[in-house]
Structure formats: structure tokens, C-alpha cells
């Protein structure tokens, strides 16, 4: 099964406007950790927001926002006043706490954002 | 911080040909990640390394795949036999080592891998 799953190969947005970036996840660990990351073209991981399983309060970072819903298992992207410069692919990622040793993150497949002018 | 540097940027190579990766993490950064993105996917956990230990591969990681951090610096990744399936972006990544679930990843900019 998919631990982490983006519905939304692509979205568009008008510039200015906000957009929520779909991402569930699928862990039985109640410790975990939830990541966005943005890549742009240039290829580049950029580390956007995180939100941890415990966190009372859903996570921001400036234009971005984390609408955490724990009991649905989903953590969206919300991106206020879009930019030209957030046209590039939106990656949700979980590390499991108590499961994995590793600290690795798991990925999602993504979403393109495409912002129009 | 000068970041995740990784070398080469791109890789032109034959299939059957070796190919070797190499990736300098943040200094004192004491894990480090290797991943693979393939074209419109997300990034595929490889393998791990806390200091010099490897301590977890992917199952993604055949045998023709090998990775090694001596001293716990840089890391070396190498694809023996290469074949047209290992096309792909690798990715290192590294963390400082003191967190728990909310330690980010610091991602390299990737060698993209063309097996022709």
C-alpha cells in the first residue's frame, strides 16, 4: 500500500490566488513526521514546512500552511497569495517514529503547480 | 553551509559501463541519504548512512549497486553493469543527526544518469 498519496498530477492556479495541494498518508506508528518539499525545475529539494504527529496546531511558514486533519490521515499544502516563482513540483513526505530506525522520508509521486499570470 | 554538492551534474554513459556518483554532504552532518527520482515521480529511498555505517539499503538497491561514506564525509555511490532501467536523477541528502522526526532533509541539486 501507498504510504503517502498525491491525487493531483497537476493544478493550476492564477497568480495571487491561494491552492491546497492534496496529501494522505497511510502509517499505523503514532510518531511521525510530515514534510513538503517544492522542486523546482533546476531539480533542487526545497524544504517548505513540516508538521509533527503530536503538534496541536496545524504548521506555518510564511505563505505556507499545513491543514493537518489527524484522523483523516491527511496533510495538505496550502499556499496563499500564489507567485510565478511557485510554478514547480509539490512533494509530501512522512518519516515514521517508532517503525524505522532510519529517519529516512517517504515520498509521494507529487503535483505539478503550474501558476498563470 | 555550502550545502549538498554532489559530482558529476550529469552522466552520459553505455549500458554494461561502471558509473561512480559522488556526494558531499553539509559539514558535520552525520546522516546522509542516497534517493532516485525518475521522471514524474517522487524520489525513491536507496540507502542510509549514519556516520560511516550503512545501516539501511532498499530493497531497490540490487546487487550491482554499491555505497560507501568512509570516514563518515563524503559518500560514493557506484552502479556496476549499468543497464537503460538505472536512467535517473540520484539525489544525496544529508542531515545533521540530533533530531528526531522533525530533522529535515538538505537535498544536492542530483546527477542525472542517462544509460544509452
Known amino acids: 500500500a501507498q504510504k503517502i498519496t498525491q491525487t493531483q498530477p497537476g493544478m493550476f492556479v492564477q497568480e495571487k490566488e491561494a491552492v491546497t495541494l492534496d496529501c494522505t498518508y497511510d502509517?499505523?506508528?503514532?510518531?511521525?513526521?510530515l514534510f513538503w518539499y517544492k522542486q523546482p525545475s533546476s531539480g533542487e529539494m526545497i524544504f517548505l514546512i513540516y508538521?509533527?504527529?503530536?503538534?496541536?496546531q496545524n504548521a506555518t511558514e510564511g505563505r505556507y500552511s499545513l491543514n493537518f486533519q489527524k484522523a483523516r490521515k491527511s496533510a495538505n499544502l496550502v499556499i496563499s497569495a500564489s507567485q510565478l516563482g511557485d510554478s514547480a513540483m509539490y512533494f509530501c513526505a512522512m518519516r515514521e517514529g517508532q517503525m524505522d530506525s532510519s529517519y529516512k522520508l517517504i515520498f509521494g509521486s507529487g503535483t505539478r503547480l503550474l501558476v498563470r499570470p | 553551509d555550502t550545502g549538498v554538492s554532489q559530482d558529476p551534474r550529469h552522466k552520459i554513459t553505455k549500458r554494461g559501463q561502471n558509473v561512480t556518483f559522488r556526494c558531499d554532504p553539509i559539514s558535520e552532518h552525520n546522516r546522509l541519504y542516497w534517493y532516485r527520482q525518475t521522471l514524474g515521480q517522487g524520489p525513491e529511498f536507496l540507502t542510509y548512512?549514519?556516520?560511516?555505517?550503512?545501516?539501511?539499503k532498499s530493497r531497490l538497491l540490487s546487487d550491482r549497486f554499491s555505497a560507501e561514506r568512509p570516514k563518515g564525509s563524503f559518500s560514493t555511490l557506484e552502479i556496476q553493469r549499468t543497464e537503460q532501467g538505472d536512467s535517473a536523477m540520484y539525489l544525496c541528502?544529508?542531515?545533521?543527526?540530533?533530531?528526531?522526526?522533525?530533522?529535515?532533509?538538505?537535498f544536492g541539486s542530483g546527477t542525472q544518469l542517462s544509460v544509452l
Open positions: 502509517t499505523s506508528d503514532p510518531s511521525y513526521g
Open positions: 508538521q509533527g504527529s503530536y503538534d496541536q
Open positions: 548512512f549514519q556516520n560511516e555505517a550503512q545501516l539501511e
Open positions: 541528502a544529508s542531515s545533521p543527526g540530533d533530531g528526531l522526526f522533525d530533522e529535515k532533509l538538505f
